[in-house]
């Protein structure tokens, strides 16, 4: 069944047109705040109902519930928090905002975006912060070098926004209330949301199939989280462009919705993931494939912990909890160690550092990584944010 939304009811953060002007009126006169793009994303995805039940960013005590007992406080699991946090130079500007008044955001092209009701502000202790999120203080991990940027001060209160974001994906981002519309549409009930940063390689192919082969699945929602982008990762318009190239030839149409979710990539391992699961669960999504090390960067996290934590915490999304899949030369076949018997010396690495490395090398990618067409899309030109 297309399960309800997160703490039961979608958040509906979009002024309406009656009330449009007003709210335009109420951001020219606004304390406009500087703010990190990943801000910005998630003001777009609270509107939108994607973090339902959160209408805002969180408050002091939302936020030290979070990062103490993985919970709000009414005590629904909830694992990342999201706080708004402007950059660092923005403290003046602060200072003289009082609760009761509204903060102002802009979204990428610099329109007026979201407007912030102040409800409190509080101080963030950026340490305890990344130790307690991502289980590292270590500048060398991505969110972790991103928290230098920003202040201490967090402002929290409700988001209202007149419309959706402008995202580098275009019409491929869509809200929990299109996804919804277009589940029902097509008569699915049981929808596997597929998480993806990278454009899709036969590994990715082999449990997004093993899923939908599934009697208790009808369909599958594949999502990549696209936007920000840090250096060295594929442009967004490359990995759109790879899957909607994958899908259009590899799978039937009626059993496939490509979409993006444009937010900043949260690298902390389980509690990410638990997090993109509640996400889709928004979306409509009723099951969620985990591979091996989902949401992890360098060896920070147990690449299996990212399975565990569903043990932990229920959020009322089922997880298909797959092993690290490869091609194996002597069954002739994409595999696993649950289905494969033979060495690791016949199996063929499907690993996106294989794939950068040949495409740098521009080497042929062999049909056991790579689709063609999507191989095509990646000799195409510069794929990688530089
Ligand atoms: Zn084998």
């Known amino acids: 069944m297309i399960p309800a939304p997160y703490g039961g009811k979608l958040v509906n953060g979009y002024v309406d047109t009656a009330h449009a002007d007003s709210w335009k009126e109420e951001?020219?006169?606004?304390?406009?705040?500087?703010?990190?793009?990943?801000?910005?994303?998630?003001?777009?995805?609270?509107?939108?109902?994607?973090y339902s039940p959160l209408q805002g960013f969180m408050n002091e005590s939302e936020y030290s519930s979070v990062i103490g007992n993985s919970r709000l406080p009414?005590?629904?699991?909830?694992?990342?928090?999201?706080?708004?946090?402007?950059?660092?130079?923005?403290?003046?500007k602060l200072n003289s905002l009082k609760p009761?008044?509204?903060?102002?955001?802009?979204?990428?092209?610099?329109?007026?975006?979201?407007?912030?009701?102040?409800?409190?502000?509080?101080?963030i202790d950026k340490g305890e912060f990344a130790q307690k999120v991502?289980?590292?203080?270590?500048?060398?991990?991505?969110?972790?070098?991103?928290?230098?940027?920003?202040?201490?001060?967090?402002?929290?209160?409700?988001?209202?926004?007149?419309?959706?974001?402008?995202?580098?994906?275009?019409?491929?981002?869509?809200?929990?209330?299109?996804?919804?519309?277009?589940?029902?549409r097509m008569g699915w009930r049981n929808v596997a949301a597929y998480q993806a940063r990278n454009p899709p390689h036969t590994a990715h192919e082999y449990i997004q199939r093993l899923s939908l082969e599934r009697e208790d699945v009808d369909a599958?929602?594949?999502?990549?989280?696209?936007?920000?982008?840090?250096?060295?990762?594929?442009?967004?318009?490359?990995?759109?462009?790879?899957?909607?190239?994958?899908v259009e030839n590899y799978y039937p149409k009626d059993t496939v919705l490509l979409s993006s979710l444009s937010i900043a990539m949260r690298y902390a391992g389980p509690k990410a993931v638990l997090f993109y699961a509640?996400?889709?669960?928004?979306?409509?999504?009723?099951?969620?494939?985990?591979?091996?090390?989902q949401a992890g960067v360098g060896s920070y996290y147990d690449p299996y912990a990212c399975h565990r934590i569903f043990d932990e915490f229920d959020v009322g999304v089922?997880?298909?909890?797959?092993?690290?899949?490869?091609?194996?030369?002597?069954?002739?076949?994409?595999?696993?160690s649950k289905v494969c018997p033979h060495p690791q010396s016949e199996h063929v690495n499907t690993s996106q550092t294989r794939i950068r490395s040949l495409l740098a090398e521009g080497k042929p990618l062999p049909p056991e990584i790579?689709?063609?067409?999507?191989?095509?899309?990646?000799?195409?030109?510069?794929?990688?944010?530089?």
């Open 74 to 92: 009414g005590g629904l699991p909830w694992t990342m928090p999201i706080v708004f946090l402007p950059l660092g130079n923005q403290e003046q």
């Open 220 to 246: 599958l929602m594949i999502q990549p989280v696209v936007g920000k982008l840090k250096k060295g990762d594929y442009k967004t318009e490359v990995i759109m462009r790879a899957y909607a190239r994958f």
């Open 134 to 184: 991502y289980g590292t203080k270590d500048p060398a991990h991505p969110n972790v070098a991103d928290l230098a940027g920003t202040g201490e001060t967090a402002v929290a209160g409700r988001v209202t926004c007149v419309g959706k974001l402008r995202v580098p994906s275009g019409d491929y981002e869509l809200t929990p209330t299109q996804t919804r519309k277009y589940f029902e």
């Open 100 to 123: 009761g008044d509204t903060a102002g955001i802009r979204g990428l092209d610099g329109e007026p975006f979201a407007l912030v009701k102040v409800e409190e502000k509080y101080v």
């Open 370 to 386: 790579l689709r063609p067409e999507v191989a095509d899309v990646l000799r195409q030109g510069e794929v990688i944010n530089d």
């Open 318 to 336: 089922k997880p298909l909890r797959y092993r690290e899949s490869f091609y194996c030369k002597v069954c002739g076949w994409m595999a696993s």
């Open 27 to 50: 951001f020219e006169e606004t304390t406009v705040l500087n703010s990190p793009v990943d801000c910005v994303y998630d003001a777009d995805k609270i509107a939108c109902g994607a």
């Open 278 to 293: 509640i996400v889709r669960r928004n979306y409509g999504c009723s099951h969620y494939i985990v591979g091996r090390d």
